[in-house]
RNA sequence: GGCGCGGUACCCAAGUGGUAAGGGAGAGGUCUGCAAAACCUUUAUGCGUCGGUUCGAUCCCGACCCGCGCCUCCA
């Protein structure tokens, strides 16, 4: 069975099919790059990261971009305080970005479509909607989209047209639109503003366009899917959606999947109610990476998830749970021979978990599917039950498992460090939990001395010495196990 | 005001017209110098309230209460 996914177009969900002889186009609402992403960004890129990962197991060709929009009225404040051109101002934002999505395990898109670079094409956009009198000039050189002219308007969002006019607001730099609601292709550009010369005439893009102007130019006219939080949907897309249909004649994308909004603590994440926090601010506190990607999945893309730093603890444990599962199936030890019913638990783990991502992606049950699996199974090799012949295909399952929600192999430690590394360049140290900081002072060779020591501490059976080397690790963020198999340490 | 979503155990959370997945936490246990880790077992006669439909509803319908999101830059 294929994937089927909520259309927020449609009302319904639909199954999700390329056309025949291409692979599926997909084009991703990306950041735009003014300051680091804020988890709520990430929680929209892990699910689209989900969707991708999941079409590729399945053996779906992909045609995936995701856009970067390095211009716009943010960022040209923003880089004009700091003194800065906005190639440089936002040069460092997407290189922060592009590292936050590796530390998430989130797999870059076969395209990454950035602003500036395309806009001829913007322009070229522009210029068949006002030759198809769909955009107008209007008096200082801005051009506006006329929204009387597309029918179609609100078909995304479900909104009503005629009572919009109502209280709709007057941008008292755009009073020269014709209507209200008629949105800017292109900015004019004031004295002294940063700008691109074109056939426009100098100015910039609007925001809407060039989503419009890159999906075409990577994806054509019309294509599979297009993805992006859920505020995007109006104005957003809807504008992208008049764009490209009254240029095209076609139907822009067929299917549209929004992330719904991430709350954090029950509330929606704003600066000014302080519960704002990027990725980085939260490996700063000793957060691991696997943890905060595990919880992002936590609750399907279509629910609300509220995120909280229990939520975080737990889903750190929860992932451990599953890294201690494979290590033990890949330890072995186990009788020779074939569990049947294990075996035939494997196999329904398998499909269960197929099967919940193929019903609009639903991540908490495809998890489940697995929990279920690590339960069975652990208490199966228990009571010396799970054999030799069981092991591959579970571990066939976990590697299905972890194609899609990629926390298993352990990159927590060197991402923290990457973290750590970038807040000394920054000068930032001090936003670091302070055990954190000493934790990864300590060299894996300096540990492994302190462990030599208390090993000869226990040895001698000086318990109280060896104590206080683990208690005075315990303090760095850094955990003794005592096994028959030596001692282990590892980060907290 | 318009549009929409949700209220399920201590916390998070999935789900179904036929009697409640999963995770975390707590408790008990195995193991252990101590500890940690790991693993096992266990924890909702009930799914916001009140009505209705039904042989039967947490799931369908209605009303109400509560929380939240979008409608403006926002993932």
């Known amino acids: 069975m294929p994937l089927h996914l909520y259309n927020t177009l449609s009302g319904q969900i639909e199954e999700l099919t390329p056309r025949t002889g291409r692979p599926l186009g997909i084009y991703a609402c990306g950041p735009t790059v003014y300051d680091y992403g804020h988890i709520g960004n990430f929680r929209t890129f892990v699910h689209v990261d989900i969707l991708r990962r999941f079409l590729k197991l399945q053996g779906t060709p992909l045609r995936h971009v995701m856009n970067i929009t390095d211009v716009d009225d943010k960022i040209m404040t923003r880089s004009a305080a700091a003194g800065q051109s906005i190639d440089q101002y936002t040069a460092k934002y997407k290189t922060a970005f592009l590292e936050d999505l590796s530390a998430l395990g989130i797999e870059q898109p076969e395209f990454l479509a950035r602003a500036t670079e395309h806009i001829p094409q913007m322009v070229g956009l522009i210029e068949k909607l006002v030759e198809r009198g769909c955009a107008y000039r209007g008096e200082n050189g801005s051009y506006y989209f006329r929204i009387a002219s597309f029918p179609g308007y609100g078909k995304l969002s479900k909104k009503d047209l005629g009572g919009m006019e109502d209280g709709a607001r007057v941008d008292v730099d755009e009073y020269d639109k014709d209507s209200a609601r008629d949105f800017a292709l292109w900015k004019a550009a004031k004295p002294g503003e940063f700008h691109w010369d074109t056939s426009l005439g100098p100015g910039r893009p609007g925001w809407h366009i060039e989503c419009s102007a890159m999906a075409t130019e990577y994806l054509g006219e019309d294509f599979d899917l297009h993805t992006g939080g859920e505020d995007l949907m109006f104005p957003h897309h809807e504008n992208e959606i008049a764009q490209s249909e009254s240029a095209s004649g076609k139907t822009f994308a067929r299917h549209w999947m929004h992330i719904r909004f991430l709350l954090v603590e029950g509330k929606k994440m704003s600066k000014s109610l302080g519960n704002f926090y990027t990725l980085r601010d939260l490996l700063l506190r000793g957060y691991k990476a696997s943890a905060i990607r595990f919880l992002l999945t936590s609750v399907p893309y279509h629910n609300q998830l509220n995120f909280t730093f229990d939520g975080l603890t737990e889903s750190t444990n929860a992932v451990e749970r599953l890294r201690s599962f494979a290590a033990r199936l890949h330890k072995g030890g186990f009788p020779a021979g074939r569990n049947i019913s294990l075996f035939e638990a494997t196999e329904r ?57 990629a926390v298993l192999e352990n990159r927590d430690d060197a991402v923290t460090r990457l973290a750590l590394d970038w807040a000394a360049k920054e000068n930032r140290l001090n936003e670091a939990a302070p055990e954190l900081v000493a934790g990864y002072a300590l060299s894996a060779e300096a540990i492994d001395r302190l462990i030599e020591e208390r090993n000869a501490a226990r040895k001698a059976r000086d318990f109280a010495r060896a104590d206080a080397i683990r208690k005075d690790l315990a303090e760095k963020g850094i955990v003794l196990e005592d096994s028959p198999g030596g001692v282990r340490w590892r980060r907290k």
Do not use: M
Not at 358 to 386: G, P
């Open 349 to 405: 783990a398998g499909r269960d978990f197929i099967a919940a991502l193929e019903d609009d992606l639903n991540t908490a049950e495809a998890r489940a599917a697995i929990f279920e699996l690590v339960r069975l199974a652990n208490s199966h090799a228990d009571r010396h039950e799970l054999q030799t012949e069981n092991v591959p295909p579970i571990l066939d399952v976990l590697a299905r498992f972890d194609a899609v929600f």
